[in-house]
């Protein structure tokens, strides 16, 4: 029996084809029409409807390019199900350089939204309406705040024997946060109307990471091949198995001044250990960063000016700590080198 038509945004795309479709979603204020871009890979056989999907925040660049590359990949050629790929949802931040939208609101917490609520109500309402309730999976692509970096890490409410918990397994990052979900993300309306979803975070905001890139676009073909979209055999290795965090906390800044740090992102360090001093431009102040807990940092500030109270090092807790440092250092060792592209 044939396969159906997949239809997105009033756009039929036949089995064994693919479409790039622009999802019409507002006008700036020269009244030119502003567009989400989105290319659907419909298959021949039937499987999952996958989501993937960067640029929530408009400044999170390293996600637009996983899914060029994950488009470009010659693995997906004979795909199972259906891939919906969206690199840049928030169109508006992306064009400024800003995580936000127009009127300052974060997109990634306006969701379910709403067709007469604010611009990011109606953003979030309409790429929820047209595109994210198609979805029967969902990756989420994001990185570290402006001045901040992530280490590689998947962000996901992970229950026991669930379909988030083989997603997460299957990708491959070293660590997996078991995070909480936040009132009006993207992953908390899908979640609660029963998709499973993982959200990936890895390095900068207006930067490409090669380091967070590569194991991006991995870690999708992984979850893809997990649940038989993808055919033929396997060709890498499978990463060593990604050690779940049992909490986190940030170590903030005890004074006003300039960071000068001791530890790098990916570090194992000890419970009151080191982590950066914070001095005045004269030096007559000075305060130490200490970690508040043993643990993995897996996020921090790259800004060297920083003001009290301020979050400067992610320090993620582990039950395994010696298991979460060797997670860490063989999916280092595991990285090619840059610009390296046989996917």
């Not at 379910?112 to 604010?118: A, K, Q, R």
């Not at 990185?143 to 997603?167: C, D």
């Amino acid at each position: 029996m044939a396969r159906a038509p997949f239809d997105l945004a009033g756009i039929r795309i036949a089995p064994g084809t693919r479409t790039q479709i622009d999802v019409p979603v507002a006008r700036l204020y020269t009244h030119a029409p502003l567009y989400i871009p989105v290319e659907v890979v419909h298959g021949r056989q039937g499987g999952p409807t996958l989501l993937v999907c960067g640029g929530i925040h408009g400044d999170e660049i390293n996600g637009v390019e996983i899914v060029r590359r994950l488009l470009r990949s010659k693995q997906i050629q004979g795909l199972r199900g259906t891939l919906i790929a969206a690199p840049i949802v928030n169109v508006f931040g992306f064009v400024q350089h800003s995580r936000y939208l127009p009127d300052r609101r974060d997109l990634n917490r306006c969701f379910p939204g709403s067709e007469s609520g604010s611009l990011g109500g109606r953003v979030a309402a309409l790429f929820r309406e047209q595109i994210v309730d198609q979805a029967t999976h969902i990756i989420d692509l994001h990185t570290g705040a402006i001045h901040r970096t992530n280490l590689p890490q998947i962000r996901a409410q992970l229950v026991t024997g669930s379909e988030t918990e083989r997603m997460a397994n299957a990708f491959g990052a070293p660590v997996i946060l078991n995070a909480e979900l936040r009132e009006g993300s993207l992953r908390h309306y899908a979640q609660n109307r029963g998709i499973p979803v993982l959200t990936y975070e890895a390095g900068e905001a207006l930067r490409f990471d090669e380091w967070a890139i590569t194991p991006g676009v991995r870690g999708v073909l992984r979850v893809m091949r997990r649940f038989g979209m993808l055919t033929g055999e396997q060709r890498r290795r499978q990463p060593p198995a990604a050690e779940i965090a049992n909490g986190s906390s940030w170590a903030r800044a005890p004074i006003d001044g300039i960071l000068r740090p001791q530890v790098r992102l990916g570090a194992r360090v000890a419970r009151g250990e080191l982590l950066g001093r914070v001095a005045d431009p004269f030096g007559n102040a000075e305060g130490e960063v200490l970690s508040m807990a043993d643990g993995i940092v897996i996020g921090m500030s790259r800004l060297p000016l920083a003001n009290e109270g301020e979050a400067l090092f992610h320090i993620a807790r582990f039950d395994a700590i010696e298991e979460a440092e060797s997670a860490i250092e063989d999916f280092h060792s595991s990285l090619p080198p840059l610009h390296d592209s046989h996917y």
